[in-house]
């Protein structure tokens, strides 16, 4: 852990800027809005900044009407914080229009982390951002409030989908149950992160279920700029569509392509293990962990397919147990 540098780091400095990734998740508000209330309480002037629109369904988090868009021009700032982000592409353009680079603290659990930080602290073992900064308060001796104890069990919650992932251990638990115990809310963040769903995602849901295909354990669909428009779907990720693919029983790998209004495909896979698709998704430019990552491919969408189809049959005949041969025939 981080416990020296980052309290000698945070102590010495006043103005922190806290950012996280581009289409946020849980984990990445929730990290967000736990550092800047730990911040706040020990008196420092915090600027959280999101380059995406916030997901309505978060409102509910403490802080989360401090989380900002974009950088005021005359910012300086002594400190940059990034959280639950695996290079430094992912806090989008904000990070890159600072004038002056101060001390940059990347705390972060993705495997495929590029360690772009002055001070480094990634665990590919925790579950979420969330669950390590738990472990770093608690290492700091902080008074946890209910508030932090939401935005925390918020991040613990969304990454492991419930409690659910292969990575869930008997700890990830107790963390969930002293969250809980300090007084957050695990019906509602679960009503409102999990279950709740707009219109609109059920809807990009149904196009991508109507084009899915099954060949050689691969779970694939497309989704056009054109039938995105007509959901009225606005993320870049495909809400959860990629889980539903990924679990069919006969499924190695789920991978969602959409096409984003501005031509470039994003993509989203999943698996189940033994099978991992960090490796590919890094080889494509993007990354993540062994059983959830992303990329973002060139147009058109037709062509990205054709080239991902290829690519993820062969990782699925390279990773397929050698007694598992056969086994999507
Ligand atoms: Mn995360």
Redesign the pocket.
């Known amino acids: 852990m981080i416990t020296t540098e980052f309290k000698k780091a945070i102590d010495q400095a006043e103005n922190i800027v806290i950012f996280t990734h581009v289409g946020p ?4 508000l929730g ?1 967000m809005t736990a550092m800047g209330q730990l911040l706040t309480a020990r008196g420092k002037q915090i600027t959280m900044v999101v380059d995406s629109p916030i997901p309505p369904r978060f409102s509910y988090l403490p802080f989360i009407d401090k989380v900002q868009a974009k950088l005021d021009a005359a910012s300086v700032f002594d400190l940059i914080i990034t959280l ?1 982000c695996g290079d430094e592409e992912r806090p989008g353009k904000p990070l890159k229009q600072l004038k002056q680079k101060p001390t940059l603290i990347n705390i ?3 495997v495929t982390n590029t360690y772009f930080g002055d001070i480094n602290w990634v665990d590919p073992k925790a ?4 669950e390590m900064l738990y472990q770093l308060f608690v290492a700091l001796d902080v008074a946890f409030t209910p508030d932090m104890a939401t935005s925390l069990l918020t ?1 613990l919650v ?2 492991t989908l419930g409690f659910r992932t292969p990575n869930v251990s008997a700890n990830t638990l107790k963390i969930g149950g002293a969250l809980m115990d300090t007084g957050a809310d695990l019906t509602i963040i679960t009503a409102q992160t999990l279950n709740l769903q707009p219109m609109s995602t059920l809807r990009l849901w149904q196009t991508g279920l109507n084009h899915m295909k099954l060949e050689d354990g691969l779970m694939w669909t497309t989704i056009s700029r054109e039938e995105r428009a007509r959901a009225g779907h606005r993320g870049d990720s495909s809400s959860g569509l990629v889980n539903f693919l990924a679990d069919v029983d006969r499924a190695a790998i789920g991978v969602v392509l959409m096409e984003m209004d501005d031509g470039e495909i994003r993509v989203g896979f999943r698996c189940q293990p033994p099978y991992d698709v960090s490796g590919l998704a890094t080889e494509l430019g993007g990354g993540g ?1 062994p059983q959830a990552a992303g990329c973002t491919l060139e147009g058109p969408l037709a062509k990205a397919e054709v080239m991902l189809v290829d690519k993820c049959k062969e990782l699925i005949s390279q990773q397929t147990p050698a007694c598992d041969n056969g086994r999507f025939e």
């Open positions: 998740d849980g984990d990445a990290s639950d972060d659990h993705h579950t979420s951002t969330a991040g969304t990454d962990h």
